[in-house]
Each structure stands twice: as structure tokens, then as C-alpha cells.
């Protein structure tokens, strides 16, 4: 005598198939398996995506503060010269004794160091846009 118990049929999930009994549980459990798999797999490679991404948005942030930079030094055997990439005004002068002088010097390419520092050997300047940079004067030996 066999007993049909409700809950017993609900998970073991059986039907008629020719006059065989096939079990339909393993086959939702795979279906089940394969659905979990996708969906990790996909959560992955979203989170990955987003990853690369913000790197990519960090890097190009980066690369182009880098073209941004507006001063550079550059040495000469007649002395140091202040080197712009770009045309710039300089505001503001600050020197090491704490004295800040108000300026209106442009530059559109190049201006010796001791036009800017005078007697000074060092002095932050201020650029319109608010960069800023540590001027020194150093004199390179000729050999």
C-alpha cells in the first residue's frame, strides 16, 4: 500500500513517463544550480566593469592634471629661467621673510629667475588660475 503524502510528492516531484517514474527534483536542482551560477557570474563581472571604470575616470583625472601644470624651471648656462606651458600671469610673489608683493607679470613662455626673486634665493608664486609654485634661483657651475 503506498501512502501520497502532500508534502513527501512536493519535494520529490515525480511524474509518468512511458510507465517509468523520473524524478524531477535533480533536474530543478540543476536549473536552480545553473540560474545561482549566472547570476554570480554576472555580479562579478558588473563589479569588475565598475572597477576598471573608476580607475580609468582616477587615471584620465590624474593625466590631466598633469598636462595642467603650468610651471617648470629650466637651466641654462646664463641662469635659471621660469618656463610656462601655456600664457600665465603672476599675482603674487610670496617671499621667505613673509612678505607677499602683488604682481601683474605675464609670461608667454619663458622669464629669468631673478627678474621674479630679485635679491632672494627662493619665493613661492601664485598664478592668476591659483597654482602655485616654489621658485628657486640655482646656479649651475659651468665645468
Not at 512511458?18 to 536542482?29: V, Y
Amino acid at each position: 500500500m503506498r501512502k501520497n503524502n502532500l508534502l513527501s510528492s512536493f519535494f520529490t516531484l515525480q511524474f509518468n513517463m512511458k510507465g517509468k517514474k523520473k524524478g524531477l527534483s535533480s533536474i530543478f536542482g540543476t536549473l536552480i544550480f545553473l540560474i545561482v551560477l549566472v547570476s554570480v557570474f554576472s555580479l562579478y563581472v558588473t563589479l569588475i566593469y565598475n572597477q576598471a571604470s573608476s580607475t580609468t575616470n582616477i587615471l584620465y583625472s590624474i593625466n590631466k592634471v598633469k598636462q595642467t601644470v603650468l610651471f617648470q624651471e629650466g637651466y641654462e648656462k646664463n641662469g635659471t629661467y621660469l618656463v610656462v606651458t601655456e600664457p600665465v600671469t603672476i599675482t603674487y610673489v610670496i617671499y621667505p621673510n613673509g612678505t607677499v608683493q602683488s604682481t601683474n607679470i605675464t609670461v608667454y613662455s619663458q622669464i629669468p629667475v631673478s627678474k621674479i626673486l630679485g635679491k632672494q634665493q627662493w619665493a613661492i608664486i601664485v598664478s592668476n588660475t591659483g597654482q602655485w609654485y616654489n621658485l628657486t634661483n640655482i646656479t649651475i657651475p659651468t665645468i
